[in-house]
Nanobody, 119 residues
């Protein structure tokens, strides 16, 4: 499975961005998908995850209410809609896939896309 993240860029505080993660392979629809981020000098942190059907979603407290994760299994793509962005959201954002369904075995990773939020 290969993951290709895109959609990052420079945005002012309060603005919005939508990240996309396109996946190769025929089994995408069975994978749990997630988004993570890594700010400069910090560890990679969990942002959001979504189950295979899109019916179960979970968010980090820091983004809950501002970010929305979704997926389109017909397009093999997962999205992260980011609203009300803050400077502290600045990071490289990575998508990841868990083929086990355990919400913790993030086996496949995308290359990351940079989001910069200016104050």
């Amino acid at each position: 499975v290969q993951l290709q993240a895109s959609g990052g860029g420079l945005v002012q505080a309060g603005g919005s961005l939508r990240l996309s993660c396109a996946a190769s392979g025929r089994t995408f629809s069975s994978y749990v998908m997630g988004w993570f981020r890594q700010a400069p000098g910090k560890e990679r942190d969990f942002v959001a995850r979504i189950n295979w059907s899109g019916g179960i979603r979970y968010y980090a407290d820091s983004v809950n209410g501002r970010f929305t994760i979704s997926r389109d299994n017909a397009k093999n793509t997962v999205y992260l809609q980011m609203n009300s962005l803050k400077p502290e959201d600045t990071a490289v954002y990575y998508c990841a896939a868990d083929p086990t369904g355990r919400y913790s075995k993030w086996v496949y990773w995308g290359q990351g896309t940079l989001v910069t939020v200016s104050s």
